[in-house]
Structures are given as C-alpha cells and as structure tokens.
C-alpha cells in the first residue's frame, strides 16, 4: 500500500520521511490540495531506477537494431573491438 503524505507533511517531517525512504526504500507519495504531486524516494532507490531506465533503453535500441538488420557478425565485432582497442578508443 502506498504511502501517502502531504506537503505539510513533508515540510515538517522531513527527517522522518527522509528515514522511511532510506529505511525501506519505498517511495512516498506527496500531496498538494489533496491531489498527487510529488514521490519522494531516497538517492539510492533514484540511482537504481535511472539504471534500469537506461538498460532498458539500450534494450530497445538493440531490438530495434537486430529488427532492422543493423548488426554484425561475431567476427565483425571483434575486429571492430580490436581496432578500438589499439586506437585507444575504449
């Protein structure tokens, strides 16, 4: 069940609501006028949800690259890797 807060709330309960976040990396949902406005979560819980987001990102970019047959053959890879490497890209 979400936890639901108001904005008064988080103006005078801050570090018990900073607490909760880190304690259970659980979001708490921000009220303004009775309506849903902010979540608040701690930085840890952000940062792992912004990794997912990017790998889900690269996901699809890879997808939508294999559909469209903008791929290389293992060989090609590793040629390409290799040529990287001794060129100090990577």
């Known amino acids: 069940m979400p936890n639901i807060k ?4 988080l103006r005078n309960n801050y570090n018990e609501i900073s607490s909760f976040c880190h304690e259970t990396g659980e979001p708490i949902f921000i009220t303004k006028n009775g309506r849903g406005d902010l979540a608040v979560m701690s930085i840890d819980v ?6 997912r ?3 889900y990102h690269l996901l699809e970019q890879s ?3 294999f ?3 903008r791929t290389l053959t ?8 290799r040529e990287e490497l001794k060129n100090g890209t990577i």
């Open 6 to 9: 108001s904005s008064t709330d």
């Open 74 to 81: 293992f060989d090609d890879s590793m040629k390409s890797l």
């Open 63 to 65: 997808e939508s690259d």
């Open 53 to 55: 987001y990017e790998l």
């Open 46 to 51: 952000f940062n792992k949800f912004m990794g």
């Open 67 to 69: 559909e469209n047959s």
